[in-house]
């Protein structure tokens, strides 16, 4: 007899499943950035930028994609002022620093996707995308933003985000380009996309 496929559920992260999202986040990062980004680069971002951001776990912001009882991605919004980088990022924003986002004139942050390598291009980034998309429209936004991989570009881009012109960023002493996005949402098609993919 043969097992039907695991079940792809999308839940909230909470702090014990920090360790495991740690791990699969420079996991996906080392090996789905190989044609994008030289080696160097991809460890000062693994050292420096990538990795968990606390604060959307405690906001209840960060979402992990399940397939079964395995974690196959992890991805969040925020409306909070840092863009983009984990604890370990240096130029964030933590805390309540320079208040909370507006939803009536600033874009909620898209932040944080990895999936893992085995997991790739099967619909994990699209669920976790379409559950941040809805939750950030439910709380009033109707802007989103985000700072983009060189390998993440082509999938916010075929999701309605638009590239602004790319960004050099320093880590480590290492100059890492990403890609600024942004895209404004319809509340109505976006809340039926959002049931169309989950």
Known sequence: MIASPPTLTVRAAVPADVPALERLIVTSARRLSRDHYDAAQ???AVAHVFGVDSELVDDGTYLVAMLGDAIAGCGGWSRRRTLFGGDRFADRVDGDSGG???PAIDAARIRAFFVAPDHARRGIGRALLAGCEAAALAAGFRRLTLM????????????????????AVTAGGITIPFVPMHKTCDPITASADHHQRI
């Open 100 to 102: 909370l986002l507006d």
């Open 148 to 167: 983009a991989t060189l390998p993440g570009e082509p999938f916010y881009r075929t999701a309605g985000y638009i590239a602004d012109p790319v960004a």
């Open 42 to 44: 991809t460890e000062a």
